[in-house]
Structure formats: C-alpha cells, structure tokens
C-alpha cells in the first residue's frame, strides 16, 4: 500500500529565457546583409493542476525540488529559440498552496483546476528585432531572463460530505467497508487507520462521499497522539457523524463522554469560524451486535436526542440500521448542497495604470546616503537583458533609461555625475548622456562599429584635480585660502589621492600645502 502524504514543502524554479542571438547575414556577392539574430524562447512555467486519479502528496516528498525546462538560444537566418517547457505537478483535489510564511497563495478545487506557481524567464530579443533606422546591423542581443523561484507549502484537505469522527476503534473503517466499495485497513486495535480513507456511497438518488477520518483523542486540537494531523480532513466535510463505540471495555468512557469530549476538541480546532460543533448533527450507535451494546441503546438514545443529534443504532458487522442511517445522511447532504449560493462566474477585473505612474520610482540608497536606487519592472528587467561585456549594449541600455525618464529623475532627485546608482541589483557610476535618438547625423555616425560605443571608450583614470572639481561643484561654495585648497578638500581627496596635487601631498618644499 502505497505511503500517504498530506503535507510537504517544495522548492520550484521555472525555465530560464533564452538568449537572443547577434548575426548578419551573408551571402555571396551580399556582404553585410543585415541582421538575422534569431530571438531567444521563454522559459517553461511551474504550474499545479488539479487531477482526480492523484490522492497523496506523496511524490513531492520524495522530489521536492521542481524545475521546468530553459528556453533554447537563438540563431542566425531568423531562427527563433524553442519556448521550454512547462513542468507541470499534478495534485489532488482540496491541495491547498501557501507560503512558509502562512500566506495562503491558491486552493485548488474542482478538476483541472490550475496555477501557476512560478513563471518562466523571458527569452532575449536577437539583433535583427533591435535594428532600426539609426542602429541598421546592432552587434548586440539581449540576455534572456532568469526565471521565477518559489518555495511553496502543499497541504491538503480532504473533500467529503461526510465526515465520521470518534475515538479509535470505534468502528469508522467498518463502517465506509460496510456501506461503500473502499476496503481499508481493519483491525482489532486503536489507531489501525493512519491515513483518511474515502467512500462513495449511494442513497436512493443521492450520490455522496465519505471520510474515514483517523481516531480522536483528548488533547487532538493541542497535537496530542495525530490529532492535527488529521482535523484539517475535517474542515470541509458538510455533516460530522459522531461514531458511538457501544461496546468499549476501557473505564470511565461511555458514550456520553466521548460525545463531550469530541465537541471539545471539534471547537478548540475550529473555534467559531468553522463551527464544526455545529456539524455534528448525527450519531450513530455501533456494535448493537454485541448484546451489552444493544441493552446500552436505550439508556443513551434519549439524553444524545436532547443535544440535538439524531441517532442511528447500526452494526457494520451484520449490516443492521445502515439503510436508515444511509437515508438520514443523503438528506442532509441533500439540504447542504441546498443551501449553497449558486456558482458566480469568474469576473476578470483590469487595474489600469494611473496616469502619473512613471513605471518606476528613484530613492536614497539606505547602504549609501550620496547612493541612488531606481526600482521598477521595466528598469529591472531591462538590466537583466543587457550583456555588460557589450559596450553597444551598455550604450543601449542607457538609450532606453534614458527614453524612460530616469536620467531626468534622477537628476530631480539632487544626483550629480558620478553618484552610485543602483538598478536591479547592478551599481552604475551615474554619467548623464544625451539619448542616442537626439544626437545629430556627425555625432550619431561616430557612436562606434557593431559591439562598441564611442560614449563608453573613455577609460582613463581621472586625476584627483578633476575629482576635487567634481566634488566642489557638488558642495555648496564656501571661503579657500589662496592656494584654493581647504582642511574640507583635504579630507574630500584622502592621503593617497593628493600626489597629484601641487604643494599639498607629500611636499615636504611646499610652505605647508597652505
């Protein structure tokens, strides 16, 4: 008999995105054909689906880590990368998906229900979807992106009508064996069933179901024997059936007792927002084969009548009383299934975006009070796209930040040449340029061949008189003696950035750097 898992935890990473790809075509007497980078494909989706043949979680105890599969790279000729694909886990109906946090995330219920846990990267665009007017052969591709991860908590209720409740050996598995085609494990001792079992039962016309649920103890709702284990089975259940043992030997139970002890436990677990007290609507007398359990029947019958409960006296042994007991629980059933709304159709609601939202904001750097951070969906992804070994990638990232808004930001928000800003998790040393897109024929001409960027080729070290001059310009102006240099751009420049510097470093001719 195969193992039952109710609760697990596991850990899902969608398919990374492709890459895109950066090539030209060429032909025979066609040299420089234009780009023919092929796009990159998406990367497959982890997705939980609803199917009726799965009844255990069992399979994501032994594989908790799920990955769906990387979108292929592109290719020259036009030659688009293949989409990955999904990994799709199959659950059983009542699966309930949550956050190790205790967010709950989706409750899947219904067959073929679906969601999609994580999803996948998107592929990067090949040059020949980045050529345009200005930029005819860009030697550049986008990166595909990194798809989702996502821990996950998989627990899972059981969907019954009917729920039978009781102290162990009270006769559960008897009962759903007697009245339904489910075989579980019986035996002469507490706790034989371990796991809930499911019946389905026919009643006349009505067709419902029915859960053994494992044996209750006092103490359940506090973690005593398996109780919270198994009262999560409960919570769904439309009509609790109290199972009556009328034949126990252990002393000082009867059944009176166990009823009040099970109401305890039922409302300690549920509280007043389940109510499962309230649930409890039948109590069926097991057993009355035995001849001291049938002379009980009518000393208990009248005392359990006046909390409200209809009793049955059966005996899953010989069959006795199961057709009445068999019509009482259509009935109620029946009167549940009544009382529900009718089902809505799912209503999709659109939020659209207000007319003030940039898609991005600007703030202080908390690490670095002169640092900048920019957060937003487009500036973030954008960054994870872009091939920092490129400098034509580098400069189109620019021209897209640019376009965006958040140079202008930026500089709203009192940056100044050379701040750290950080995008995305990637720390740029900030250095306003204009939009490829205003550069006049001369300039734009000279931005560089396919993979380079005129703007980017400085890379000399500034010396420390130009970064003292940067600094100035960025602090408010104040009195210098008549060298210019003050204890502030002393201790702006630092002991090792003051070599440059006539008569202040080091000069040991310098009347005192003063």
């Avoid at 035995?290 to 010989?318: K, N, Y």
């Amino acid at each position: 008999m195969a193992a039952f898992v109710d609760r697990v935890t596991i850990h899902v990473a969608a398919g990374n995105g492709g890459h895109g790809v950066s090539s030209v075509h060429r032909e025979k007497y066609k040299p420089l054909g234009g780009p023919d980078g092929g796009n990159g494909g998406d990367g497959g989706d982890v997705v939980l689906e609803v199917d009726p043949n799965v009844h255990t979680l069992l399979d994501f105890h032994h594989r908790p880590h799920q990955k769906a599969a990387n979108g292929r790279p592109g290719a020259g000729s036009n030659r688009h990368g293949a989409r990955g694909e999904d990994r799709v886990l199959r659950v059983p109906e009542g699966t309930v998906v949550s956050t190790p946090g205790g967010r709950v995330v989706a409750d899947l219920m219904g067959a073929g229900t679906r969601v999609v846990l994580a999803h996948g990267g998107k592929g990067g665009l090949g040059n020949a979807a980045l050529a345009n007017p200005r930029r005819k052969a860009p030697g550049f591709a986008l990166l595909g992106e990194p798809g989702e991860t996502f821990d996950a908590v998989l627990e899972l209720k059981s969907i019954a009508d009917v729920g039978l409740v009781g102290y162990p050996s009270a006769g559960k598995s008897s009962l759903i064996a007697a009245m339904s085609a489910a075989r579980p494990k019986i035996a002469d001792y507490p706790f034989t069933t371990l796991v809930p079992n499911l019946g389905v039962i026919r009643s006349g016309d009505v067709v419902y179901t029915m859960a053994d649920v494992p044996g209750l103890i006092p103490g359940a709702s506090t973690g005593k024997g398996l109780g919270l284990q198994f009262l999560r089975h409960v919570e769904r259940c439309a009509v609790l059936v109290h199972v009556v043992d009328m034949a126990t030997i252990e002393p000082g139970r009867d059944p009176e007792s166990d009823i009040e002890a099970l109401e305890h436990e039922l409302t300690e677990y549920g509280g007043e927002e389940l109510d499962l007290v309230g649930r409890l609507r039948i109590a069926v007398l097991n057993k009355i084969d035995v001849p001291d359990g049938r002379e009980l029947v009518d000393l208990v019958r009248a005392s359990l009548e006046e909390r409200g409960l209809q009793v049955f006296p059966v005996s899953a042994a010989t069959g006795e009383g199961l057709a009445a007991f068999g019509y009482a629980l259509a009935a109620a059933v029946e009167e549940h299934r009544a009382s529900l709304p009718a089902p809505e159709p799912v209503r999709v609601t659109l939020t659209p975006r207000a007319v003030d939202d940039s898609g991005f904001t600007v703030e202080r750097d908390p690490d670095d009070p002169e640092g900048f951070v920019v957060r937003g969906v487009k500036p973030e992804r954008w960054v994870r796209q872009t091939d920092f070994t490129n400098d034509e990638a580098v400069g189109y990232l620019a021209d897209r930040l640019n376009r965006l808004g958040v140079e202008e930001e930026l500089a709203r928000a009192g940056a100044r040449e050379g701040d750290a800003v950080t995008i995305g998790g990637v720390t740029f040393d900030w250095a306003p340029t204009l939009p490829a897109g205003t550069l006049t024929a001369e300039e734009s001409a000279g931005l560089g061949g396919r993979g380079t960027d005129n703007r980017l080729e400085r890379s000399e070290r500034f010396g420390a008189a130009e970064r003292l001059a940067a600094k100035r310009a960025r602090r408010t102006p104040f009195e210098v003696s008549e060298d210019g240099w003050t204890d502030e751009d002393l201790e702006a420049l630092g002991d090792e950035d003051t070599d440059d510097v006539p008569g202040v470093a080091g000069d040991e001719t310098a009347d005192g750097g003063r």
